[in-house]
């Protein structure tokens, strides 16, 4: 595990956009798993300003995200679709067919869930996954107490995730509590990964997750078992990584 501390959370977006596009340049055809929320925002802006300054080429690249809210359509300003096309798909030419985000109004739960995990593996598994984390260490919507073997499925939102998560709505009760998200399995599988963290209020789980012991109460923890992190914390996420021989040694 690589632990990065970037300096600000611009800088973090850009170390991350970095990898990210390296990795693209790399393999056209990469497929990535990818994140929502507010932590990735300026790394997708970096990505788009990568396509468009120097044409970074999303033509072959293939999308899996990791989640999406149950009950809600793609047409509904915070579904994590909606998040997607308006934040980073309809900005760079990555071809529509290759993106893959869970049907958060499906009718058949279970078959949408095992269907995703099918096209992941059809796909040859993820190259490179994004992940976000939550305050109470989850990763994806693996909620804390979830089993680690956990494939592609529906999750019920713990209590600190609806009301993190009811910044982006109108109330509290209009946050879906019901999600698909990627099992912390499918994560395990990407042959990299990079998690990132910004903001003070990701300071206590961060340290958790990268130096207390692997349990599913921080899913978080169970990336300490993957053998291709980089993790990249902004300075204020940072704060109780006091020694840098905490982290070099990890
Ligand atoms: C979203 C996701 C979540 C978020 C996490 C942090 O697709 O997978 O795990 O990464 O909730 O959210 P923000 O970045 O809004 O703090």
Do not use: W
């Not at 600000?8 to 693209?24: F, L, N, P, T, W």
Request: charge should be negative.
């Amino acid at each position: 595990m690589r632990v990065v501390i970037a300096k600000d959370y611009e800088d973090m977006s850009a170390r991350a956009a970095r990898i990210v596009a390296g990795q693209i340049y790399l393999k056209p055809n990469s497929v990535l798993g990818l994140a929502t929320g507010s932590t990735p925002l300026l790394m997708y802006k970096n990505l788009i300003m990568v396509h468009h300054q120097v044409g970074l080429d999303f033509s072959e690249v293939v999308s899996f995200n990791l989640d999406e809210y149950l009950g809600l359509q793609s047409s509904n300003e915070q579904s994590y679709t909606y998040y997607m096309y308006h934040n980073f798909f309809k900005h760079v030419n990555i071809n529509k067919k290759n993106i893959h985000i869970p049907d958060g109004m499906t009718q058949n739960v279970e078959l949408e869930c095992q269907n995703y995990d099918n096209s992941i593996l059809e796909r040859g598994g993820t190259d490179l996954q994004i992940l976000g984390i939550g305050t109470n260490g989850h990763i994806g919507f693996n909620e804390p107490d979830i089993k680690f073997e956990a494939t592609t499925h529906k999750v019920k939102l713990d209590d600190e995730t609806i009301h993190a998560n009811s910044r982006f709505f109108n109330s509290i009760e209009a946050v879906p509590r019901f999600a698909i998200s990627m099992g912390i399995k499918n994560i395990m599988h990407a042959k990299k990964i990079i998690l990132l963290a910004d903001g003070e209020n990701k300071a206590d789980v961060i340290y958790r997750a990268l130096f207390e012991g692997i349990t599913p109460k921080v899913p978080a923890s169970i990336l300490q078992l993957h053998q291709d992190v980089t993790v990249i914390v902004e300075e204020r996420a940072a704060q109780m990584l006091k020694t840098r021989s905490q982290f070099e040694n990890k």
